[in-house]
C-alpha cells in the first residue's frame, strides 16, 4: 500500500492550481449548514415484479421513502453548537473516476458546517483499508491539493468489493472501533450493491452506522429513474472525444489508416457512444446492438469490411472506428467461450489446462483467435467474476480479422482498392486521472454535501442524487434514493416463465436503443459512415462559453423540447448569423454541426417554430 496517499501534492503553476481554486456551484437547497428533509411515498423496486424478492432480501431498507433536501426555513436553521458533532468514514470503492475528490471534499465542508467537532475519516487504500481501519483525518489542509483534481489518490483504491462474509464483518468492526454515525461509499453500480448488503447487514446486527452511496463511475452506466449520470463520465467522455476527434483528423490528413478505436465500458458502451455523438467517427459498434441482433463475430468484420469496401469507392482508404470495451462479451459466441473459461476459474483450473477442458465446439473458436486474444482470455477475473476486459485487446482482434477479410476479398476480385492498413489504441486508463470538469467537480461536490444531510437524517441504504442535472446548478434537485429501489433480478428467459437467478442487485443500464439519442446516432450513421462528418470538441474547457457543456446523451435523454425556447432563440440567432441566403444544403449542413450542439440541432428540429427557418429541413 502506498504510504503517501494524503500527502500535500505539488500543483503545476498556471492550470493546475488555478483549478486547486475553483469553488463548486452550490444548488441553492445546499447553501445552509442544514436542510430540510421531505419524506415521498414508499418505494418499490425499478422492475415491481421482483419487489417481492427484493423484500425478502431486503426486510429492514426495502420499500424506504424517496427524501427530497430543500432550503430550510431560515428560523429553523439552529446554531452549529446545538447540534450533536457526527462521526464519518469515507471510502473510495470502485475505480477512479475525475471527480471522486469533490466527493470527500463536499462531505468535508458539509460535516465541519453542521458541526465543526465532527470528524471525517477516509480509508487509506479503499476497501482493505476500510477492513483493516487505516484511516486518515481529512482536513482543511489535507484536502489543499485534491480538490478539482482526477484521479483517487488522496486516499487510494483496492479491489472494488464489501461482500465475503470476511469483507463485511471486518467493515462493520471498523465502523463499530470508530464510532461511525456514517460511512459513505463511493463507487459505481457494484460498489452501490455492495452498499446496500452492508447497510442491511449493520441494521441486523445493531450496528448504528448509516451506510450512503455515491454514483462515481467513469463508465456511466449507473443510471435509472434516480439517478441521471454518475461523475466522471463527463470528464472521461470530454477527454476521449478530443482523442478521438484527433485521430479522426490524422486520419484524413493522411489518408492511409484505419484507426481502431477501443474505449471503456464493460456491461454498458455508454463512453463510446457519447464520445461517438461528440466527434463523429465513422464507425460505431454498441455492444447492445450486437447483443440485440445477435451479431457473430464474423457478422461484424463483415460488415466492418463492407464500409471500409463504401468507403474506398469514394477513393477513401482512411476512417475511424470506434467500440466499447464490452464489445467481445457482447457477440454470442465469444460470451458463451469467456463464460466457459470463467466457469473452469470458479474451478481452479490451472490456466494452461483450460484450453483442453473446453467443449469442442469452444474449443475450436479458441483455436481460431490470434494467439495474444488466447492468452488474454485466459487473464484471472475481475471481483465480479467476469473476464478482464481491459486486458483484451478487442481492437486489434477486429483489426486483424478486418486485414484478413480484405485480402480474401481482394483475392476474390471483390475488392480492388489499395491495401487495408490499421493502427489500434486502447482509450482507457488515460482519462481517469484527470482533472475533472466543472460539471463533475460540482455534481461531486454536491452529492459529497448530500451525503452528510443523508446521515444527519438517520438515513441508511440510499444512494445520493441530483435531479435536473441538464439544467444549471440553481435548478438542480438534491435527493436520497434507497438502494434497493435500484434493484432488480436477473433472469434466464423473459416473459411469464422467467426464472430468477441470483440475488437482487444494482444492474449497469444499456444503452436505450429505443432513445432519442440513439435514434439521432442512427439517422446519421450512413452520413458519418461516408461523409467524413468529423468534430471536434477540443479539450476540456475550464472557464468562458464552452465550459459549462455537459455530455450530448444526459442533455438529449432529458431535453424538454418544449419548454427550451431560449436555447431555441439562441441557436436561431448563431446559425442567422452565420449562413447567407441562398447557400448550399451542404453549407447549411456544416454551418449547423459546426456553431450549435446536436442537442440545439434537435431542440431546433423538434420544436414548432422550427416551421420558420427552412433551413433546418435538411433531416
Ligand atoms: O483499474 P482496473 O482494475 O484495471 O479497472 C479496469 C476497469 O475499470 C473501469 O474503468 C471502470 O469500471 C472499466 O471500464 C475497466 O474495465
Redesign the pocket.
Known amino acids: 500500500m502506498n504510504a503517501d496517499f494524503g500527502a500535500p501534492k505539488e500543483l503545476a503553476g498556471g492550470l493546475q492550481q488555478r483549478r486547486a481554486l475553483y469553488q463548486p456551484r452550490l444548488p441553492p437547497c445546499l447553501q445552509a449548514p442544514t436542510v430540510k428533509a421531505e419524506y415521498g411515498d414508499a418505494t418499490t423496486t425499478i422492475e415491481p415484479s421482483c419487489a417481492h424478492v427484493v423484500a425478502q432480501a431486503f426486510p429492514n431498507t426495502f420499500g424506504q421513502p424517496l427524501v427530497s433536501f430543500v432550503a430550510p426555513a431560515a428560523a429553523a436553521a439552529a446554531a452549529a453548537e446545538e447540534r450533536a458533532p457526527i462521526r464519518v468514514g469515507v471510502v473510495f470503492s ?3 473516476s475525475p471527480g471522486g475528490h469533490n466527493v470527500i471534499w463536499g462531505l468535508h465542508d458539509a460535516i465541519k458546517a453542521y458541526n465543526p467537532q465532527s470528524v471525517l475519516y477516509g480509508f487509506v487504500g479503499g476497501t482493505e483499508g476500510l477492513f483493516a481501519n487505516k484511516t486518515l483525518e481529512i482536513t482543511d489542509d489535507v484536502l489543499a491539493s485534491y480538490k478539482n483534481q482526477g484521479g483517487f489518490d488522496l486516499l487510494g483504491r483496492s479491489i472494488d468489493q464489501i461482500r465475503t462474509t470476511k469483507q463485511v464483518t471486518s467493515a462493520m468492526a471498523t465502523c463499530r472501533t470508530l464510532n461511525l454515525d456514517g460511512l459513505v461509499i463511493i463507487g ?1 453500480v457494484t460498489s452501490n450493491a455492495d452498499a446496500a448488503q452492508l447497510s442491511e447487514t449493520l441494521i441486523q446486527n445493531n450496528c448504528k452506522t448509516k451506510v450512503v452511496g455515491v454514483p462515481v ?3 456511466g452506466d449507473l443510471r435509472n429513474q434516480f439517478v441521471e449520470t454518475t461523475v466522471g463520465f463527463d470528464t472521461v467522455c470530454k477527454v476521449n472525444s478530443q482523442l478521438v476527434s484527433n485521430v479522426c483528423l490524422d486520419a484524413i490528413s493522411a489518408g492511409k489508416y484505419y484507426y481502431f478505436v477501443r474505449l ?3 456491461k454498458a458502451s455508454h463512453v463510446a457512444f457519447e464520445c461517438a455523438l461528440q466527434s463523429h467517427p465513422n464507425m460505431l459498434i454498441l455492444g447492445e446492438e450486437v447483443a440485440l441482433s445477435k451479431l457473430t463475430l464474423m457478422e461484424i468484420i463483415n460488415k466492418i469490411c463492407d464500409g471500409v469496401q463504401a468507403r474506398a469507392e469514394l477513393g477513401k482508404y482512411h476512417g475511424v472506428l470506434v467500440i466499447p ?1 464490452g464489445l467481445i462479451e457482447s457477440i454470442p459466441e465469444m460470451y458463451a467461450l469467456i463464460q466457459e473459461i470463467n466457469i473452469l476459474h470458479n474451478n481452479n483450473v490451472p490456466v494452461a489446462e483450460m484450453p483442453s477442458q473446453l467443449s469442442p465446439w469452444a474449443a475450436a473458436l479458441f483455436q481460431f483467435l490470434p494467439p495474444f486474444i488466447r492468452r488474454e482470455l485466459l487473464l484471472h477475473q475481475e471481483s465480479d467474476n467476469s473476464a478482464q ?2 486486458q483484451i485487446d478487442t481492437e486489434q482482434l477486429l483489426a486483424h480479422l478486418v486485414e484478413t477479410e480484405m485480402i480474401k476479398r481482394t483475392k476474390e476480385g471483390r475488392y480492388k482498392g489499395r491495401k487495408f492498413s490499421s493502427v489500434c489504441h486502447f482509450f ?2 488515460q482519462a ?1 486521472g484527470s482533472i475533472p470538469s466543472n460539471f463533475d467537480c460540482d455534481y461531486a461536490y454536491a452529492l459529497g454535501r448530500i451525503s452528510l444531510h443523508m446521515i444527519a437524517a438517520g438515513l441508511t441504504g440510499y444512494m445520493a442524487t441530483v435531479a435536473n442535472l441538464k439544467d444549471s446548478v440553481d435548478k438542480w434537485r438534491c435527493a436520497a434514493a434507497p438502494l434497493t429501489a435500484m434493484m432488480s433480478v436477473k433472469r434466464h428467459l423473459r416473459g411469464p416463465g422467467a426464472i430468477p437467478i441470483g440475488r437482487p442487485s444494482i444492474h449497469p443500464s444499456p444503452i436505450d436503443l429505443k432513445g432519442k439519442a440513439y435514434e439521432l446516432l442512427r439517422e446519421k450513421a450512413s452520413s458519418f459512415l461516408l461523409d467524413d462528418f468529423y468534430r471536434t470538441p477540443g479539450g476540456i474547457q475550464f472557464e468562458g462559453p464552452g465550459s459549462d457543456v455537459k455530455p450530448i446523451t444526459l442533455t438529449i435523454e432529458n431535453q424538454d423540447y418544449m419548454g427550451d425556447i431560449e436555447i431555441l432563440k439562441e441557436c436561431l440567432s448563431k446559425v442567422r448569423t452565420m449562413v447567407k441566403p441562398g447557400c448550399s444544403r451542404e453549407i447549411l449542413k456544416a454551418a449547423i454541426s459546426s456553431m450549435v450542439s446536436v442537442t440545439e440541432v434537435l431542440t431546433l428540429m423538434s420544436h414548432p417554430l422550427n416551421a420558420e427557418l427552412p433551413l433546418y429541413h435538411f433531416k
Open positions: 470502485g475505480r477512479q459505481g463511475s467513469l463508465n471503456m465500458g464493460r470495451e476486459l481491459s482507457g486508463y481517469r
